[in-house]
């Protein structure tokens, strides 16, 4: 991913996936902490505390109408919820992949982040793994 804000890890630490399906579903359960204006990022509070950015990369041409949030601020969320739709075909005469970071803003209140590493996944596979507490 080409996000420099990413890649310095100055949001905190996480992992960049790329959208095959156009469907971006909620990976806990919780809430919408907010939306960006342009659609380009939501910020989601998991009911353990975890603070999650959701931000996509996207390329200044590409239109907002291509987008569909099926979500509002402070909304409940459940695993699975579907959070935003992108129209593929759309979106793929502006760019070919869609690239988003996962990233924990709350990174420092964890003791780890370690990511999961796999070529393909698919929706509820594990991605991140948290160290919460030190193991005796």
Same mark, same amino acid.
Do not use: L, S, V
């Given at each position: 991913m080409s996000d420099q804000a990413f890649v310095d890890g100055d949001h905190g630490e996480g992992i960049c996936i790329s959208v095959t399906d156009g469907k971006i579903r909620a990976p806990f359960d919780g809430r919408i902490l907010g939306i960006d204006?342009?659609?380009s990022a939501v910020r989601l509070l998991s009911n353990n505390g975890m603070k999650l950015l959701l931000r996509m990369n996207l390329a200044d041409n590409i239109p907002?109408? !291509?987008?569909?949030?099926? !979500?509002?601020?402070?909304?409940? !969320?459940r695993k699975g919820d579907l959070l935003l739709e992108i129209d593929l075909k759309e979106y793929r005469k502006y760019a070919e992949n869609i690239d988003i970071a996962l990233i924990i803003t709350n990174s420092e209140d964890y003791l780890g982040i370690l990511p999961v590493f796999s070529d393909k996944t698919d929706f509820g596979d594990l991605l991140i793994t948290t160290i919460v507490s030190e193991s005796i």
């Open positions: 204006p342009e659609r907002k109408n !291509i987008f569909t949030m099926h !979500i509002g601020k402070d909304q409940k !969320i």
